[in-house]
Protein backbone atom coordinates (compact mmCIF):
# COMPACT_ATOMS: atom_id res chain seq x y z
CA UNK A 1 0.00 0.00 0.00
CA UNK A 2 1.04 3.56 -0.87
CA UNK A 3 0.22 6.84 1.55
CA UNK A 4 0.45 10.23 -0.52
CA UNK A 5 0.23 13.53 1.02
CA UNK A 6 0.20 16.73 -1.02
CA UNK A 7 0.93 19.94 0.14
CA UNK A 8 2.02 23.60 -0.97
CA UNK A 9 -1.72 24.77 -2.50
CA UNK A 10 -2.95 28.00 -1.62
CA UNK A 11 -4.37 31.02 -2.98
CA UNK A 12 -2.01 32.94 -5.42
CA UNK A 13 -2.93 35.81 -7.95
CA UNK A 14 -3.45 35.61 -11.90
CA UNK A 15 -0.07 34.96 -13.34
CA UNK A 16 1.44 33.60 -10.14
CA UNK A 17 3.01 30.57 -9.60
CA UNK A 18 2.58 27.83 -6.93
CA UNK A 19 4.72 24.04 -6.33
CA UNK A 20 2.85 21.30 -5.02
CA UNK A 21 4.41 18.45 -3.45
CA UNK A 22 3.21 14.95 -2.87
CA UNK A 23 4.98 12.64 -0.50
CA UNK A 24 4.74 8.99 -0.91
CA UNK A 25 5.42 6.28 2.05
CA UNK A 26 4.91 2.50 1.99
CA UNK A 27 5.66 0.45 -0.65
CA UNK A 28 6.87 3.47 -2.89
CA UNK A 29 8.88 0.50 -4.67
CA UNK A 30 6.27 -0.58 -6.69
CA UNK A 31 5.17 2.90 -8.11
CA UNK A 32 5.79 3.26 -11.72
CA UNK A 33 3.68 5.94 -12.29
CA UNK A 34 2.88 9.25 -10.32
CA UNK A 35 0.32 12.39 -11.38
CA UNK A 36 -1.72 15.24 -10.54
CA UNK A 37 -5.17 15.28 -10.84
CA UNK A 38 -7.34 18.27 -10.23
CA UNK A 39 -10.88 18.34 -9.37
CA UNK A 40 -12.96 21.57 -9.88
CA UNK A 41 -16.66 22.18 -8.04
CA UNK A 42 -18.97 21.22 -9.87
CA UNK A 43 -17.10 19.34 -12.52
CA UNK A 44 -15.42 15.71 -13.18
CA UNK A 45 -11.66 15.18 -12.17
CA UNK A 46 -9.41 15.33 -14.37
CA UNK A 47 -6.08 14.53 -15.44
CA UNK A 48 -3.40 17.50 -15.35
CA UNK A 49 -0.32 15.56 -15.62
CA UNK A 50 1.43 12.28 -15.20
CA UNK A 51 5.43 10.79 -15.18
CA UNK A 52 6.05 6.69 -15.79
CA UNK A 53 9.66 6.07 -13.66
CA UNK A 54 10.99 5.92 -17.17
CA UNK A 55 10.52 9.51 -17.59
CA UNK A 56 7.32 9.76 -19.95
CA UNK A 57 5.00 12.74 -18.97
CA UNK A 58 1.22 13.53 -20.67
CA UNK A 59 0.00 16.15 -19.58
CA UNK A 60 -3.62 18.45 -20.07
CA UNK A 61 -4.06 20.42 -22.97
CA UNK A 62 -4.78 22.98 -21.06
CA UNK A 63 -1.85 23.15 -18.76
CA UNK A 64 0.71 22.49 -21.89
CA UNK A 65 3.86 25.21 -21.31
CA UNK A 66 2.69 26.18 -18.18
CA UNK A 67 2.79 23.53 -15.91
CA UNK A 68 5.55 20.76 -15.37
CA UNK A 69 5.77 17.64 -13.33
CA UNK A 70 8.72 16.54 -11.58
CA UNK A 71 11.05 12.89 -12.83
CA UNK A 72 10.34 10.25 -10.44
CA UNK A 73 14.17 10.32 -8.63
CA UNK A 74 13.52 8.29 -5.21
CA UNK A 75 10.08 7.50 -5.82
CA UNK A 76 9.26 9.29 -2.72
CA UNK A 77 8.27 12.71 -3.49
CA UNK A 78 7.03 14.17 -6.83
CA UNK A 79 6.54 18.15 -7.33
CA UNK A 80 3.96 20.25 -9.73
CA UNK A 81 5.41 23.11 -10.56
CA UNK A 82 2.84 25.62 -11.83
CA UNK A 83 3.33 28.82 -13.36
CA UNK A 84 1.21 31.53 -15.05
CA UNK A 85 -2.10 30.26 -13.43
CA UNK A 86 -5.34 31.10 -14.42
CA UNK A 87 -8.56 31.59 -12.60
CA UNK A 88 -10.22 28.21 -14.16
CA UNK A 89 -6.73 26.67 -12.71
CA UNK A 90 -8.81 26.72 -9.07
CA UNK A 91 -9.36 23.27 -7.69
CA UNK A 92 -8.04 20.58 -5.42
CA UNK A 93 -5.45 18.81 -6.63
CA UNK A 94 -4.54 15.11 -5.68
CA UNK A 95 -1.81 13.25 -6.15
CA UNK A 96 -2.02 10.14 -7.54
CA UNK A 97 0.74 6.49 -7.55
CA UNK A 98 0.14 3.71 -9.59
CA UNK A 99 1.79 0.04 -8.91
CA UNK A 100 1.01 -2.80 -10.38
CA UNK A 101 -1.98 -3.83 -8.10
CA UNK A 102 -3.22 -0.89 -7.16
CA UNK A 103 -4.05 3.04 -7.69
CA UNK A 104 -3.55 5.33 -4.46
CA UNK A 105 -4.74 8.48 -3.91
CA UNK A 106 -3.66 11.61 -1.65
CA UNK A 107 -6.47 13.33 0.38
CA UNK A 108 -6.28 16.83 -1.99
CA UNK A 109 -4.81 20.25 -1.90
CA UNK A 110 -6.62 23.43 -2.72
CA UNK A 111 -5.44 25.60 -5.25
CA UNK A 112 -7.21 28.83 -5.52
CA UNK A 113 -6.52 31.81 -8.70
CA UNK A 114 -7.66 34.76 -7.53
CA UNK A 115 -7.59 38.72 -7.88
Known amino acids: QVQLVESGGGLVQPGGSLRLSCAASGSIFSIHAMGWYRQAPGKQRELVATITDGGTTNYADSVKGRFAISPLNAKNMVYLQMSSLKPEDTAVYYC?????????WGQGTQVTVSS
Open 96 to 104: NAVSLTVTS
